[in-house]
C-alpha cells in the first residue's frame, strides 16, 4: 500500500481538520494550502487546475437521468482551448473568422482518422454529421464528438466557436453518479474562482432530473490536481 509523500500528508491533515465548508471558505482554503507547507516540502511549481466534482443522486443507467450540460463560465478556465470546426462553403469561412484553429471538411475527417487529435473542442454544422459520423468510435469515447445536445452542433458556427475559445467547458455525469467540472486555475483570484464555482452550482442544480429521488447533491468537493479535495457544503 503506497504512503503519501511529505507533501500530501501535511495537505491532507489541514482538510481533514476542516470538515464541511461553504464554498467561498473552501475555495479560500484550497489557495491557502501551499502557504502552509514546512521548509522540508518544496511547493507545487505548476499553475494547478482547479476542479469540482458532485456526487449526484441519480442512475446514470436511466436515459432521463443523464446529468449534463455546458457552461461559459464569468471568468474563464485559464486555458486557450484548441478548436476545430467541420463546416464548408459559408461557414467554412464564417469559423475561421471567428477563431477556429482549424477548419474543413472530408479532409479534416480523413485526418482525425489516420489518428491526428491535438484539439479540445470539436464543432460541426448539420450537414457535415454525415462526413463526422463515421468518427464516434474515435471521438465519443475521448468525449470530443460533436453533439446537438451539448450545442456542438450547429449552424451558429462563429458564436459557439468564439464561446468555447473563451473557455465554455462541457460536463456529463459518469456511471457513478458523479460530475467533474474545472472552473480555473490556482492562479486565478479567489474572488474568480468564487464566481465560476457558483455559476456552475447553480446551473447543475437548475439541471436535476424530474425522475431523480432523494436527496439530489449528496456531495461537493473542491480540488486541484496536486491538492486534496475540500468538502463544500451546498444547500
Known sequence: MSKYSKRQSHLQSQVAELGEVDLET?????????????????PCKFDQTVEMAFRLGVDPKQADQIVRGSIVLPHGIGKSQRVIVFAQGEKLAEAESAGADVAGGKELADKVSGGWLEFD??????????????LGRVLGPRGLMPSPRAGTVTQDVANTVQEYKAGKV?????????VHCVIGKMSFEAEKLLENGEA???????LRPTTAKGTYMRGVTLSATMSPGVAVAVS
Do not use: H, Y
Not at 473542442?121 to 454525415?130: E, K, L, Q
Not at 462541457?170 to 458523479?178: L, P, Y
Open 26 to 42: 473552501a475555495v479560500k482554503t484550497l489557495k491557502g494550502l501551499e502557504d502552509g507547507l514546512p521548509s522540508s516540502v518544496k
Open 121 to 134: 473542442v470539436a464543432i460541426a454544422t448539420p450537414d457535415m454529421m454525415g462526413v463526422v459520423g463515421p
Open 170 to 178: 462541457e460536463f456529463r455525469v459518469d456511471a457513478g453518479g458523479n
Open 200 to 206: 456552475l452550482v447553480q446551473l447543475i442544480k437548475t
